[in-house]
């Protein structure tokens, strides 16, 4: 019973280990709110590498790369 509690330990932390991270997400877009999240290169936030664009219609634009460095923009309709 022991080794299985501890096997289990084991494994739940070897998961958390190897499952490599994803990139940090941009807050949700409220409603009847246009936004506007940049994705930079990294942490300077000098290169800009992505854009996504929500509009108050509810379309959806993408451009470039998502990362986990990010500006968000919110302004309502």
Do not use: N
Not at 16 to 22: D, E, K, L, T
Not at 35 to 54: I, M, Q, R
Not at 60 to 69: E, L, Q
């Amino acid at each position: 019973m022991i080794r299985r509690a501890l096997l289990a330990a084991v494994l739940a932390v070897t998961a958390f280990a190897v499952i490599p991270g994803a990139p940090a997400q941009a807050r949700v877009c409220r409603i009847d709110h246009t936004c506007y999240t940049t994705y930079f290169s990294d942490a300077t936030h000098t290169t800009v590498v992505g854009g996504k664009l929500e509009t108050c219609d509810g379309s959806v634009s993408t451009w470039g790369v998502r990362t986990g460095y990010i500006e968000f923009e919110e302004s309502p309709c």
